[in-house]
């Protein structure tokens, strides 16, 4: 069986811990995001030096190289919706899809060694962003309607991280 797209509506996991990973929003203020993904980057380094990092545990599920790939990549994608709601009024997301992503990208394919590199710039990048917002309030929304203001989408991309480190075993 292929890998199947993932098009579960995510955004609960602002209301309440994930059942999954642990991961709970009322632990995590927004000040306080930059700082866990700094903490969580030689978890992925970890990862990505595995001898099995290319091992799918099965047809239907990422290798862990795949996750951090992905993982790289929302890093990027946070770090320019943030810009977005930080320089403009209530932006409009494109819509992102991250399986048609990993296919492009081949992420199969990427070398581990680079994507660890790549993975920890992204996400020091998006760290230091965090780092410079004063406003946690101004918002922004995705093109079916859910909102998000920096916090919640700080919150909800570090949800995404934790989660992925989890599925990997990080």
Known sequence: MAIQ????DWTWVLERACDECGFDPAVHPPESIAQQHREDFPRWRSVLNRADVRERPDESTWSALEYAAHVRDVYVLFTERTR???TQEDPVFAD??????ADEKNY???????????LVAAGEDY???????SDWNRQGRRSNGSRF??????????HDVVHHLHDVRG
Do not use: F, N
């Not at 760290?127 to 917002?133: E, G, I, P, T």
């Open 5 to 8: 797209p993932d098009t579960k």
């Open 84 to 86: 977005l709601m930080l």
């Open 96 to 101: 992102w899809d991250q399986d048609r992503t």
């Open 108 to 118: 199969p394919g990427e070398d581990p060694a680079g994507v660890s590199r790549d």
């Open 127 to 133: 760290a230091v962003l965090l780092d410079s917002v």
């Open 149 to 158: 203001t920096i916090g919640t989408l700080a919150q909800y991309g570090l």
